[in-house]
């Protein structure tokens, strides 16, 4: 079954300690990104790849980072996390502009 | 520059009645357009796509959405809700830009309500 498969779907963690959430694709896509998801402003897209080594920063990067290794994994890193951090995190993939994005189930995460 | 802008954050129909969900664009190139729709604790799925074929375009679950270029519009309708069909609802704008490949941008989302 073509996807996008995000880790942990559910996380709670403690500010400052380190974290990463994957993000894996079984439809050989070359574009893939990270958002965010927050009452009231809907998608904010983080970090974007348009292909393996190949990343950008998106409309809020500050405090995330991530890696495009190989063309199917596309993690998403907080090196330091804060409170306000917490969100509903998604991960996409596309192929191209018109063929639209397939979305993960979303990683909920509570920075306490 | 490219933008989507959903008219009202939150809409409440009753059940039989119809849908009407406002999205107006902005951008600079024929753009590609998008209807997302979030069920309670999902991710977002498809409901439908507009890439410059017919402007009329059906989607899943009775949903359609109409391209107006004069308008830069593309609102999705459906005849008669059903209480299923309760959910967050997003437009998306999309372009191929040469320097920075897919470019996607969101509206801030349209929460529908279906009243029994």
């Known amino acids: 079954e073509a996807q996008v498969t995000q880790n942990p779907r559910y996380l709670i963690t403690v500010t400052g300690k380190k974290l990463t959430v994957t993000c894996s694709q079984n439809m050989n896509h070359e574009y893939m990104s990270w958002y965010r998801q927050d009452p009231g402003l809907g998608l904010r897209q983080i970090y974007y790849?348009?292909?393996?080594?190949?990343?950008d920063k998106g409309d809020v990067p500050e405090g995330y980072k991530v890696s495009r290794k190989e063309k199917r994994n596309f993690p998403l890193i907080l090196e330091s996390p804060s409170p306000n951090q917490t969100s509903l995190y998604f991960c996409?993939?596309?192929?191209?502009?018109?063929?639209?994005?397939?979305f993960g189930s979303g990683t909920r995460l509570t920075v306490v | 520059a490219q933008s989507v802008t959903q008219l009202g954050s939150h809409v409440s129909v009753s059940e039989g009645a119809l849908v009407l969900l406002r999205c107006n664009y902005s951008s600079s190139v024929p753009p590609y357009l998008f209807w997302y729709v979030q069920y309670p604790n999902q991710g977002l799925q498809l409901l439908l796509k507009?890439?410059?074929?017919?402007?009329l375009v059906k989607g899943i679950n009775g949903f359609e959405a109409e391209f107006k270029k004069s308008e830069t519009s593309f609102h999705l309708t459906k005849p008669s809700a059903h209480m299923s069909d309760a959910a967050e609802y997003f437009c998306?704008?999309?372009?191929?830009?040469?320097?920075?490949?897919?470019?996607?941008?969101f509206g801030t989302g349209t929460s529908l309500t279906v009243i029994p």
């Open positions: 996409a993939s596309s192929l191209s502009s018109d063929y639209g994005y397939t």
């Open positions: 790849s348009m292909n393996v080594e190949v990343t």
């Open positions: 998306a704008v999309s372009f191929r830009n040469p320097n920075t490949g897919n470019q996607f941008y």
């Open positions: 507009y890439t410059s074929a017919a402007t």
